[in-house]
């Protein structure tokens, strides 16, 4: 399966820990007042790694990332069994503080259809929210629109659920070195 790999520095690293820490898509782009159709539903998992681990303290640190889902599609132009994939990576200062921070962005998805067939790619502009869940979790939210290829001109919202957040690493000798979570997805064309 093909993978994009693109590189970002500074603070669009933290753009790419919270996109790939993500994920449930909303009806529309945020504030949409317009009735929509559903396109698409996915389900996967993220996973996100920090080397050196985070702390409390600011340092550099290399981050490399990836979120795989498996969609239905209801929209007759696409495949109905589609499987994207989200990577990336770069270098940036960061610490935990920092993960906690809503940030904005762009990325891509690469899809393929259930069986390995290249399809298509999609680019899309984000914006970011984090906020608890039950039992301990916590759920970072993005929203966004397509900006090209597959779903071009749909709303987004992805969101994950990160259930092994240890926070307490940041005080440890070790750090942060790895976060991961559920990932849910839909991509909404508006009427």
Do not use: K
């Amino acid at each position: 399966m093909r993978h994009i790999r693109t590189l970002f520095h500074g603070r669009a690293v933290l753009a790419l820990l919270l996109a790939l820490s993500f994920v449930t898509l909303a009806a529309g782009p945020a504030g949409a007042a317009s009735s929509s159709v559903l396109d698409a539903t996915c389900t996967g998992g993220n996973t996100t790694t920090y080397q050196p681990g985070l702390t409390n303290t600011p340092a550099t640190v290399t981050v490399q990332g990836t979120i795989s889902m498996d969609c239905v599609s209801t929209d007759l132009t696409t495949p109905l069994l589609l499987h994207g994939t989200i990577a990336g990576g770069g270098t940036g200062t960061l610490s935990c503080a920092l993960l906690q921070s809503p940030t904005s962005g762009s990325s891509t998805i690469v899809w393929t259809t259930i069986g390995g067939g290249s399809y298509a790619v999609s680019a899309y502009d984000y914006t970011t929210s984090l906020s608890p869940g039950t039992s301990g979790t916590t759920v970072l939210t993005l929203t966004g629109t397509v900006t090209s290829g597959l779903y071009e001109g749909d709303g987004i919202l992805l969101a994950t659920v990160f259930v092994n957040l240890d926070l307490a690493a940041c005080s440890s000798p070790t750090g942060l070195t790895s976060r991961s979570g559920a990932v849910t997805a839909e991509f909404s064309s508006l009427l």
